[in-house]
């Protein structure tokens, strides 16, 4: 069956919510309560709060059209997620910009921060659609880069949540910086601009 991706609007709340709530970390429950908050709230506050505290307010930035990203689709079932806004929208990015590097105005960054995939339906092209569709937006609002964060050595499907390294450079993305644990990289989105 045909991937189809949604950007995420108040209308697709319930179908984010259930997956989320069912499939988005069925072999990682430990994570199950981040609601994909974790970039919106720097340390210390994050261990600090529940997942339900996260949910009711995931809903409540997906109401406000304040926590963006994309759905994927099979069938009409939810099967992924990518989280993509601009540099500047993410509190734990910014918080830390020695590590991540300041959200410069004059360079228009959006960050992909995460990718969630349903079990079932990983290593089937789910995040290389998802990818595609957050950089066509992206030139669409006037980006100029696409940025994300590949983990260098992932051990495991959750350790690789920032999407793999092989994925980016299919897409155009190049080596922008490398830190300890994470490599940066960048794709220009000015030619995919209509």
Same mark, same amino acid.
């Given at each position: 069956?045909?991937?189809?991706?949604?950007?995420?609007?108040?209308? /697709? @709340? +319930?179908?984010?919510?259930? $997956? $989320?709530? &069912?499939?988005? !970390?069925?072999?990682?429950?430990?994570?199950?309560?981040?609601?994909? @908050? !974790?970039? =919106?709230?720097?340390?210390?506050?994050? *261990?600090?709060?529940?997942?339900?505290?996260?949910?009711? *307010?995931?809903?409540?930035?997906?109401?406000?059209?304040? @926590?963006?990203? !994309?759905?994927?689709?099979? %069938? %009409?079932?939810?099967?992924?997620?990518?989280?993509?806004? %601009?540099?500047? /929208?993410?509190?734990?990015?910014?918080? *830390?910009?020695? +590590?991540?590097?300041?959200?410069?105005?004059?360079?228009?960054?959006?960050?992909?921060?995460? $990718?969630?995939?349903?079990?079932?339906? &990983?290593?089937? %092209?789910?995040? &290389? /659609?998802?990818?595609?569709?957050?950089?066509?937006?992206?030139?669409?609002? #006037?980006?100029?880069?696409? *940025?994300?964060?590949?983990?260098? +050595?992932? @051990?495991?499907?959750? +350790?690789?949540?920032? #999407?793999?390294?092989?994925?980016?450079?299919?897409? #155009? $993305?190049?080596? =922008? /910086?490398?830190?300890?644990? !994470?490599?940066?990289?960048?794709?220009?989105?000015?030619?995919?601009?209509?």
């Amino acid at each position: 069956m045909e991937i189809e991706v949604h950007p995420l609007d108040p209308d /697709r @709340l +319930q179908d984010w919510l259930a $997956f $989320f709530d &069912r499939e988005a !970390f069925a072999d990682n429950p430990e994570w199950a309560a981040c609601y994909c @908050l !974790f970039y =919106h709230t720097p340390d210390p506050d994050w *261990e600090a709060r529940s997942g339900a505290q996260n949910r009711e *307010e995931a809903s409540a930035r997906i109401r406000s059209v304040a @926590l963006r990203g !994309f759905l994927a689709y099979r %069938g %009409g079932r939810p099967i992924g997620w990518c989280q993509a806004d %601009g540099k500047e /929208r993410f509190a734990r990015l910014a918080a *830390e910009s020695e +590590q991540w590097g300041a959200a410069l105005a004059e360079e228009r960054l959006l960050s992909v921060v995460c $990718f969630v995939i349903a079990p079932d339906c &990983r290593r089937q %092209g789910v995040a &290389r /659609r998802l990818l595609q569709a957050a950089c066509r937006s992206g030139a669409a609002q #006037g980006y100029h880069w696409a *940025e994300a964060y590949p983990r260098k +050595q992932a @051990l495991s499907a959750a +350790q690789a949540y920032h #999407g793999p390294l092989a994925l980016y450079r299919r897409e #155009g $993305f190049t080596m =922008h /910086r490398e830190l300890e644990q !994470f490599w940066i990289v960048r794709r220009d989105l000015r030619p995919l601009k209509p």
